[in-house]
């Protein structure tokens, strides 16, 4: 793609918080990016783990074009017979022809499973690179919760003391797109569709990033899945209850407060994330969210990509 002439500015990055994110501006993202603003925005995305856009108006096709800018979208496994491809995902309490649904609606209940930490499609093989999300209708400033919270996995590995990194080295989760049916059985079984598209995978605990200089982060989630393989159930959902209260320090942590407008990009590779509870009933929240594909497996510390 041609540089644009109306979009010659460069970025300014001025960070948010000590564990991640800075805020981008000097940007117009409703033009086309050249390959090298791209390309900026990636190595932005590398250093800081979270962008945020402000401002901003988009329209689903706009964030679809912004976000292929970035890299190859995942297509949800949540089958759309009216579409060839479903690239955007709705992460909203109000439905498509804007009605603000009831607490009990399947598709809010769904949002439940997301308040709970996790890394956008670790249920796949490869899961994703990162996620693209525009805040569309937020809370009032005076509301209480639905901030979307954030938490550091390179500092959560970092911190972990020397004995529970040797015992986490060789170790596996399970994850599956189907455990948040588990988690609330009223929803609806999981569709032929998704069982055939998404079935469970194992990704290291321990995941090595080479593009970092193999540094390691914690690479866990609590919406799909709490088993470890190769232990027994009782042993390796105690491991995955007591790393689960690690990720939750609060010096890991960026809790993000939303403006209408924001459009916040995470690495997925590197942050987890959940959504901070708040009264359903009462405030409508819709989110519009893109994602990029990662690409390739999760490598662990004996993957023979990184034993060489
Ligand atoms: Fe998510």
Redesign the pocket.
Known sequence: MAPDSSNARSMTLTPIAPSMGAVVSGLDLSVPLSEAQAAGIRKALQDHHLLCFRGLEMSAEEQVAFSRQIGALEVFPEEDKTKDENVVYNVANVSPDGEHMAIDDHRVTYQLV?ARW?T?SSYRYIPSYC?IMLGIEVLPEDAKGGETEFSNMLMAYDALSPEMKARLEPLFMVHYYEYGRRLYPQLPPVSHHERVHVPPTCHPLVRVHPDRDNARSLFITVNAGNEISGMSLEDGQALHAELQEHISRPEFRYSHRWQAGDLVIWDNRVVL?RAAAYDMGKYRRVFRRTTVAGDGPVLGPFSQAIQG
Request: glycine residues 0%; aromatic residues 0%.
């Open positions: 997301n996790h956008d996620s994330h």
